[in-house]
C-alpha cells in the first residue's frame, strides 16, 4: 500500500548548517593535494557506469553463457569498475602541490591518480569518503500507524533523502 508522508525543508536546511569541505589531503607539507566535490554531471556519469557494471554483473548470473564467457565479461566489469573509481577521483582533485610547482592540468592529474602509490590514492579516497559522508543529506526517519503495524510494517523506518535528477520527480 502506497502511503505519502511530507518533509519539512527547513529540517533539510538545518541539518546542512553545520556541513564543511576540507579541500586539502595533505600528503605531507611539501606535497598537498586538493580536491573539490563532484558536481551533478560527475555524479550522474559516474551513476551511468555504475548501472552500466550492475548490468554485466547480472549477466554473470545467465545460465545460458559458458564459464569462459562470464570470467571474461566480469573481468572486463572489474577493468571498467576501476577505471571508473580513477576517472572519478582524478575529478575531484584541482590541484597537487609538489616542491617542484603546482598541477592544474586534468590529464597530468590523471595520470598521477593513475599511478599512484596505493597509500595515496586510499588516504585521497577515504578522505573524499569522509567528506561526502558529512555532508550527504541524513535519511528521515518516520513512524508508522498502528494499523500499518498489525499489518507488519515496521514502527519506524528510514528513508535516505536523495536530490537525484534522474528520479527526482517520480
Given at each position: 500500500?502506497?502511503?505519502?508522508?511530507?518533509?519539512?525543508?527547513?529540517?533539510?536546511?538545518?541539518?546542512?548548517?553545520?556541513?564543511?569541505?576540507?579541500?586539502?589531503?595533505?600528503?605531507?607539507?611539501d606535497f598537498i593535494i586538493f580536491?573539490?566535490?563532484?558536481?551533478?554531471?560527475?555524479?550522474?556519469?559516474?551513476?551511468?557506469?555504475?548501472?552500466?557494471?550492475?548490468?554485466?554483473?547480472?549477466?554473470?548470473?545467465?545460465?545460458?553463457?559458458?564459464?569462459?564467457?562470464?570470467?571474461?565479461?566480469?573481468?572486463?566489469?572489474?577493468?571498467?569498475?576501476?577505471?571508473?573509481?580513477?576517472?572519478?577521483?582524478?575529478?575531484?582533485?584541482?590541484?597537487?602541490?609538489?616542491?617542484?610547482?603546482?598541477?592544474?592540468?586534468k590529464d597530468f592529474i590523471l595520470?598521477?591518480?593513475?599511478?599512484?602509490?596505493?597509500?595515496?590514492?586510499?588516504?585521497?579516497?577515504?578522505?573524499?569518503?569522509?567528506?561526502?559522508?558529512?555532508?550527504?543529506?541524513?535519511?528521515?526517519?518516520?513512524?508508522?500507524?498502528?494499523?500499518?503495524?498489525?499489518?507488519?510494517?515496521?514502527?519506524?523506518?528510514?528513508?535516505?533523502?536523495?536530490?537525484?535528477?534522474?528520479?527526482?520527480?517520480?
Amino acid at each position: 500500500e502506497e502511503e505519502e508522508y511530507q518533509i519539512d525543508l527547513k529540517v533539510l536546511i538545518a541539518q546542512q548548517q553545520n556541513n564543511y569541505w576540507i579541500d586539502q589531503v595533505v600528503i605531507n607539507p611539501d606535497f598537498i593535494i586538493f580536491v573539490k566535490p563532484l558536481t551533478l554531471r560527475h555524479m550522474t556519469k559516474n551513476s551511468i557506469k555504475n548501472f552500466e557494471n550492475n548490468r554485466i554483473f547480472s549477466l554473470v548470473n545467465d545460465e545460458s553463457l559458458s564459464d569462459e564467457q562470464k570470467l571474461e565479461m566480469f573481468n572486463q566489469s572489474f577493468a571498467n569498475l576501476a577505471k571508473a573509481t580513477i576517472e572519478l577521483i582524478a575529478e575531484n582533485i584541482y590541484k597537487i602541490l609538489t616542491p617542484n610547482g603546482e598541477v592544474t592540468d586534468k590529464d597530468f592529474i590523471l595520470e598521477f591518480v593513475n599511478n599512484s602509490d596505493k597509500e595515496i590514492f586510499k588516504t585521497v579516497k577515504d578522505h573524499l569518503q569522509e567528506m561526502k559522508n558529512n555532508n550527504d543529506l541524513k535519511p528521515i526517519e518516520f513512524s508508522t500507524t498502528p494499523e500499518q503495524q498489525s499489518a507488519g510494517a515496521p514502527a519506524t523506518f528510514s528513508v535516505p533523502i536523495n536530490f537525484n535528477n534522474s528520479d527526482f520527480f517520480g
